[in-house]
Every structure is written in C-alpha cells, then in structure tokens.
C-alpha cells in the first residue's frame, strides 16, 4: 500500500480534476444531463472519499477508489457516447479516469 501521505496527495490531484472536469462541463453548455449526472456523483462520492482518507483504514480506502473508479469508468462511457461534448471536457474527464485507475491499481 502507498503511504498515507501519497494517497492524499494522488487523491487531491483527482480532486482538482474532477472540478476541472465539472467546470469545463458547466462551461460548455452541450454535454447531456447523463454526464453531468455522472461527474456529480464523481464530485459527492470525493467529498465522502476525504473523511474515508483520514481513517487511515486501507480497506475503506481501497472500497472508496474503487466506486470513484467505477464513478469514473461510467463517466468516460457517457462522455464517449454524447457525440456533442467539447475535446476540453473530454480531456478532463480523461484525466480523472486515468488518475483513479493508477490509484486504484496502486492500491490493490
């Protein structure tokens, strides 16, 4: 397992990308209400992933990357299929995903 301080600080990197994520979807005015569905969930399921981080308990840890990541894994499927989305959300949303996989696969 990474150390706690690592985890924290992958962690608030995802959580600049996922407000990244959510301003440039507000921005662009064209992504469906399914996506911006979906990066709500990704920035509420965040807010509780913060309380989950100071527990230190790696098994809770582990179960909160693993919803964000599935969050994140929905996110990208949405944003595939809504032909209208601008590149810049598109990245956004990328790089959130990317980010929770390589957490993820750190941590497990």
Do not use: W, Y
């Amino acid at each position: 397992m990474l150390q706690a301080n690592e985890v924290q600080k992958r962690f608030d990197r995802i959580e600049q990308a996922i407000v990244q994520a959510r301003q440039s979807t507000m921005s662009d005015g064209n992504a469906s209400p399914e996506l911006q569905d979906c990066i709500e969930k990704l920035d509420r399921e965040s807010s509780k992933a913060k309380q989950v981080l100071q527990s230190q308990d790696e098994e809770k840890i582990r179960d909160c990357v693993d919803q964000l990541e599935m969050l994140g894994d929905e996110a990208k499927r949405t944003c595939a299929q809504d032909a209208r989305v601008a590149p810049q959300v598109k990245d956004a949303l990328m790089k959130v995903h990317d980010q929770l996989s390589d957490l993820k696969h750190q941590l497990h």
